[in-house]
């Protein structure tokens, strides 16, 4: 090897895969390894972790990730999907322009709310009890934004996704499987918000939330919630453009032809 390939072989270099004629390998692992024996979730720890994850551990990721795949052709990133599949653009477009709609209010939640509960846990693990530390640490979310990531829902008054995720981590927890300290932190910012709103329609856990419960449970960093969370919902995305393809639909609007105004207001009109 010259010393410009050694260069060039060194600018590429990753921990991630190496590809040479003939070989694949994911994480020093031969890809034959892995065909028939992996499961996805077990290769996409493998990829993102560096190391394998316990059957326990995998089928907990594999069910946040399940949890995730879709909400409805109204989730922005659906009917973004939907619409560019129309326009004639190909199905990677389609599916692109879903994720893309993916951004801090639509998707972010995870991630947000991984940093608010790891902030929980450090002042938990500092002497707070974990209503104080939830307290201290919901006013200074709230100072900031009305909005705590991964509580409450638009649309559900109870998300139907919240019961049987915590189910999982509880049982993780009884198990040892995972610690549990990020599930204390989560349920003591619930029981504050119930306090608050006594009478009131509850702020509950959403899937930002209980996914996030998850992911920091598992040890992911916070913005790989958001990943976790794009690769989940790309599934839905992907099925809603497909569909939308086979539906002769060209250009379609956020509504109906049929329900627009005969003529649209002038720019600067009232």
């Not at 410009?4 to 991630?16: G, R, Y």
């Not at 919901?138 to 019961?163: C, E, I, K, N, T």
């Not at 032809?257 to 009232?270: D, E, F, H, I, K």
Request: proline residues 7%; glycine residues 10%.
């Amino acid at each position: 090897m010259t010393g410009t390939q050694d260069e060039a072989a060194l600018w590429w270099a990753t921990a991630v895969s190496h590809v040479e004629p003939g070989v694949i390998e994911l994480r020093d692992r031969p890809v034959q390894e892995l065909i028939g024996k992996a499961s996805l979730v077990d290769v996409i720890w493998l990829l993102v972790r560096g190391s394998t994850p316990s059957p326990r551990e995998a089928s907990l990721l594999e069910a946040a990730l399940v949890a995730g795949v879709d909400h409805g052709p109204q989730a922005p990133s659906i009917a973004a999907a939907r619409m560019a599949a129309t326009c004639g653009i190909g199905l990677n477009n389609a599916v692109a322009t879903g994720v893309n709609m993916l951004g801090d209010a639509h998707g972010g939640a995870g991630q947000q709310c991984v940093e608010m509960l790891t902030d929980i846990r450090s002042l938990h693990m500092s002497g707070h009890g974990w209503k104080d530390a939830a307290l201290e640490v919901m006013a200074d979310w709230q100072s900031r934004s009305r909005y705590l990531p991964g509580f409450g829902h638009r649309f559900h008054p109870v998300d139907p996704r919240r019961d049987p995720l915590l189910d999982l981590v509880r049982q993780a927890v009884a198990d040892g499987v995972v610690g549990g300290d990020f599930l204390q932190a989560a349920l003591a910012v619930e029981a504050v918000l119930r306090h608050r709103r006594a009478g009131a329609r509850p702020v509950p856990m959403n899937i930002d939330g209980a996914t996030a419960v998850i992911y920091a449970e598992l040890g992911f960093a916070a913005p790989l919630a958001r990943g976790l969370f794009v690769l989940s919902r790309s599934v839905g995305i992907l099925a809603h453009a497909w569909e939308e393809t086979g539906q002769g639909r060209r250009n379609k609007g956020p509504i109906p032809r049929s329900v627009l105004p005969a003529r649209l207001p002038q720019p600067g009109a009232s």
